[in-house]
């Protein structure tokens, strides 16, 4: 069928017909319908979003950090009490624990981001 012959179709008076997908190379001149808000391109959510993973982006690190201290105030305890400094196996034990708990969360933590991002690579659109 000709794109002529498109036009003579009724109720498709007034407009131009494509002649080939070409038309489409330049999306500049293309508009939106009126009243129309794409979502997932708006500032404002763009902003919020950006926020938002930086937010989790330093609290993700802090955790981090916390770990890591918990960790090395954990291995001088443990020299301590093997140094003779300290008698203390209570502190020594709580260092520990702390040192296990969080690095326990951490990885926890980390294997749900892993599980979550691996979902996601798996979606299909």
């Known amino acids: 069928m000709n794109p002529s012959d498109l036009m003579k179709i009724s109720g498709l008076n007034g407009l131009e017909p494509l002649s080939s997908a070409g038309s ?9 319908l009126p009243g129309y ?5 708006t500032k404002e959510t ?22 890591n201290d918990y960790s090395n105030q954990a291995g001088e305890a443990e020299l301590a009490y093997a140094m003779g400094i300290t008698n203390s196996t209570h502190d020594l034990q709580v260092a520990q624990m702390k040192a296990n708990i969080s ?23």
């Open 24 to 32: 489409l190379r330049n999306p500049g001149k293309l508009e939106k």
């Open 37 to 41: 808000k794409d979502s997932l391109l």
């Open 46 to 67: 763009q902003g919020a979003k950006t926020e938002s993973f930086d937010s989790l982006l330093h609290s993700a690190m802090d955790m981090l950090r916390e770990t």
């Open 103 to 125: 690095l326990q969360y951490t990885v926890a933590v980390r294997n749900a981001v892993i599980d979550a991002y691996k979902e996601i690579m798996q979606m299909q659109f």
